[in-house]
């Protein structure tokens, strides 16, 4: 069998590599040089580029790229139902995201790998005068891998700026479960959508570009008549948290992944709704309310079901650092 040619090293330290492509009119029309560090200067850009493949049985990270203050420690094979599954902890050592900050991830997983992707902690996006900060996500999944990104939830300050893209590639056999959980802010403090601008767009599609499903969000709650726009129905509904699951899977029936995310949310206490993905590749489930434990809690459950259903293994109860 002749050998895969190596891939080509992209040039990392390019602006057009980390910077946000598409970025919604609302956020770019904030662009600005900031007057303390400006875009693409030391400790502005932050960047992991990982690849996953199964040597000895289980899964390992065969390539890593990182540029602070983007990082990890290394993989870890916690789960004794399926200990050859890598979960790996991304950090920022910056604490937080601030002005004309620029991230890019790219998860690379190959045939047969088993990846949980996962944050050391929430995401604050710090408040703003100047500019914008943006991520890129990329993550694919070749055949007959099993990754779940599910980072833990984005709190946008008084007066952030952020747009995220997360741009999702499945192969035909391949299973990834995504998910995210937005605040309204930080609500200890009394901030509940005083943050200038908060736009995602999420992007599941196949490598041929056939699409899946794509998910949007456009929060500007400083924009005239744009109050009721974020806490109105579609949006946050009123409530302080909104999240969801997305599972694009060929393992189960896409009815009976919509099921067992309603079976186990039905009884939580939380508002949800549970559909099927186009094309029948899966389901999603978004949900909403007020108290960040009960989300978490339902993030958790459907997560934890999802697995199960997927795997035919119990979920392990991870404990953050």
Same mark, same amino acid.
């Given at each position: 069998?002749?050998?895969?040619?190596?891939?080509?090293? &992209?040039?990392?330290?390019?602006?057009?590599?980390?910077?946000?492509?598409?970025?919604?009119?609302?956020?770019?029309?904030?662009?600005?040089? &900031?007057?303390?560090?400006?875009?693409?200067?030391?400790?502005?850009?932050?960047?992991?580029?990982?690849?996953?493949?199964?040597?000895?049985?289980?899964?390992?990270?065969?390539?890593?790229?990182?540029?602070?203050?983007?990082?990890?420690?290394?993989?870890?094979?916690?789960? &004794?139902?399926?200990?050859?599954?890598?979960?790996?902890?991304?950090?920022?050592?910056?604490?937080?995201?601030?002005?004309?900050?620029?991230?890019?991830?790219?998860? *690379?997983?190959?045939?047969?790998?088993?990846?949980?992707?996962? @944050?050391?902690?929430? !995401?604050?996006?710090? *408040?703003?005068?100047?500019?914008?900060?943006?991520? $890129?996500?990329?993550?694919?999944?070749?055949?007959?891998?099993?990754?779940?990104?599910?980072?833990?939830?984005?709190?946008?300050?008084?007066?952030?700026?952020?747009?995220?893209?997360?741009?999702?590639?499945?192969?035909?056999?391949?299973?990834?479960? /995504?998910?995210?959980?937005?605040?309204?802010?930080?609500?200890? $403090?009394?901030?509940?959508?005083?943050?200038?601008?908060?736009?995602?767009? %999420?992007?599941?599609?196949?490598?041929?570009? !056939?699409?899946?499903?794509?998910?949007?969000?456009?929060?500007?709650?400083?924009?005239?008549?744009?109050?009721?726009?974020?806490?109105?129905?579609?949006?946050?509904?009123?409530?302080?948290?909104?999240?969801? %699951?997305?599972?694009? !899977?060929?393992?189960?029936?896409?009815?009976?992944?919509?099921?067992?995310?309603?079976?186990?949310?039905?009884?939580?206490?939380?508002?949800?709704? /549970?559909?099927?993905?186009? $094309?029948?590749?899966?389901?999603?489930?978004?949900?909403?309310?007020?108290?960040?434990?009960?989300?978490?809690?339902?993030? @958790?459950?459907?997560?934890?079901?999802?697995?199960? %259903?997927? !795997?035919?293994?119990?979920?392990?109860?991870?404990?953050?650092?």
């Amino acid at each position: 069998m002749p050998l895969t040619p190596p891939r080509p090293a &992209p040039d990392r330290l390019a602006p057009a590599y980390y910077s946000a492509v598409r970025v919604p009119p609302e956020v770019a029309a904030l662009a600005s040089v &900031p007057d303390t560090l400006a875009a693409g200067s030391p400790a502005k850009v932050g960047i992991l580029d990982l690849a996953f493949g199964v040597r000895g049985g289980r899964t390992e990270l065969v390539e890593r790229y990182q540029k602070t203050p983007l990082q990890i420690m290394r993989p870890l094979w916690i789960d &004794p139902a399926m200990p050859g599954m890598s979960y790996v902890y991304l950090m920022a050592t910056g604490g937080g995201i601030a002005q004309a900050d620029r991230y890019r991830m790219d998860f *690379r997983c190959g045939p047969g790998t088993e990846v949980h992707l996962t @944050t050391q902690a929430a !995401t604050k996006i710090f *408040r703003m005068e100047h500019d914008y900060a943006s991520q $890129r996500v990329h993550l694919t999944a070749q055949a007959g891998a099993y990754v779940e990104y599910l980072p833990d939830p984005l709190i946008p300050f008084k007066d952030a700026r952020f747009y995220q893209r997360t741009e999702v590639t499945v192969a035909s056999g391949a299973t990834v479960v /995504v998910g995210d959980t937005f605040a309204a802010g930080r609500l200890a $403090r009394g901030e509940r959508h005083d943050y200038r601008t908060l736009a995602a767009d %999420l992007r599941i599609a196949r490598p041929d570009g !056939t699409l899946l499903a794509i998910d949007t969000l456009r929060l500007n709650p400083g924009a005239r008549g744009a109050r009721h726009g974020v806490v109105g129905p579609g949006v946050f509904a009123g409530h302080d948290h909104v999240a969801s %699951l997305f599972v694009v !899977t060929d393992r189960a029936p896409a009815d009976e992944v919509a099921d067992t995310l309603h079976e186990a949310l039905a009884g939580l206490g939380v508002l949800y709704g /549970v559909s099927v993905l186009p $094309r029948d590749c899966g389901a999603w489930v978004r949900l909403l309310d007020d108290s960040p434990v009960r989300v978490a809690a339902a993030h @958790t459950a459907a997560r934890h079901a999802t697995h199960l %259903l997927l !795997t035919g293994c119990p979920a392990p109860d991870l404990r953050k650092p």
